[in-house]
């Protein structure tokens, strides 16, 4: 499966960005979807995973109330709307497809199959 994400740039902290991803793909409700993020000099780390189905999301405790991840399985997409954002959030953040369905087993590099392009989100102080 391909991935295209889009929607990273630079905002001041405290303010709001949505990331978008479209998966090529006909078998896009098959898979668990991820958002992951790298900073300068530090690994991936997982950000919001969401199920095959869309019915259960899971969140990383540093973006907990901050982002909501969802995914539209008749377009092909999957969002994260990031809130509140702060200058740790800056980093390349990476769309991702996991044969996993449920978010709870998708949460490592290794259990995704795919990777986006990757979409640099600079959050300014």
């Known amino acids: 499966v391909q991935l295209q994400a889009s929607g990273g740039g630079l905002v001041q902290a405290g303010g709001s960005l949505r990331l978008s991803c479209l998966a090529s793909t006909r078998a896009f409700n098959s898979y668990g979807m991820a958002w992951f993020r790298q900073a300068p000099g530090k690994e991936r780390d997982f950000v919001a995973g969401?199920?095959?189905?869309?019915?259960?999301?899971d969140y990383a405790e540093f973006v907990k109330d901050r982002f909501t991840i969802s995914r539209d399985n008749a377009k092909n997409t999957v969002d994260l709307q990031a809130s509140a954002l702060q200058s740790d959030d800056t980093a390349v953040y990476y769309c991702a497809a996991s044969q996993y369905q449920i978010p709870a087993l998708l949460k490592r590099p290794e259990d995704i199959v795919s990777w986006g392009q990757g979409t640099l989100v600079t959050v300014s102080s």
């Open positions: 969401i199920s095959a189905s869309g019915s259960v999301v």
